[in-house]
Structures are given as C-alpha cells and as structure tokens.
C-alpha cells in the first residue's frame, strides 16, 4: 500500500512562488515516477509535471519555464517549485506516483492565485 501527502498550498499574489511537497510511505520502490496534475473545479485533471527515477523530467507547456518538479529519493519525497504564477495556475494540484503498473493518488493541496 503506497500513501501520498501533499503539503504547501496556499494563497499566493500573481507573480508569486509557492513550493510543493509530497511524501510517500509505504511499499515506494525506486523505479517509480511521481508527478503532479491539477484540476479546477468542472473541468479534467491535467498533467503539470512528471520525473522518473533516473531524474528525467517533462512539463506541460502551460508551466515550461516557470514551475520545476525535483525529488529526494531518500525522503521518497517529490517537490513541485512553481514560480512566476498566474491566476491561470489556481487549482487543486495532486500528486501520482507510478510503480509495476499501479497508479497512486494524493488527496490534492489547494494552490490559488489571485491579489
């Protein structure tokens, strides 16, 4: 059984940072990919960054250039740094991991973005 805790959402003026956490316990193995999606309210989630174990990482065109997704192996740990944000960026922002063909889920942290 894999759990996964995000933590770090909040309130955030436009142009303003914010970082990510989210820890997992349980049975992680190292091959595993971890991500992040976010969702409004109405609408699908959408992938916002993903990074496999060997530390490669893909982004959605919306976030390139502005957000930055890392991990510490160690902490099974995955961090999310998102910077220059919009209000375009205000949503529910969950964690995946991905390991032996099975898909996890955090409960999700609440980003937004307004002044």
């Known amino acids: 059984q894999v759990q996964l805790l995000e933590s770090g959402g909040g309130l955030v003026q436009p142009g303003g940072s914010l970082r990510l956490s989210c820890a997992a316990s349980?049975?992680?193995?190292?091959?595993?990919?971890m991500g992040w999606y976010r969702q409004v309210s109405g609408k699908q989630r959408e992938l916002v960054a993903t990074?496999?174990?060997?530390?490669?990482?893909n982004y959605a065109d919306s976030v390139k250039g502005r957000f930055t997704i890392s991990r510490d192996n160690a902490k099974n740990t995955v961090y999310l740094q998102m910077n220059s944000l919009k209000p375009e960026d205000t949503a529910v922002y969950y964690c995946?991991?991905?390991?032996?063909?099975?898909?996890?889920w955090g409960k999700g942290t609440l980003v937004t973005v307004s002044s």
């Open positions: 349980g049975s992680i193995f190292r091959i595993a990919t």
């Open positions: 995946n991991l991905v390991q032996l063909g099975m898909i996890y």
């Open positions: 990074i496999t174990s060997g530390d490669s990482a």
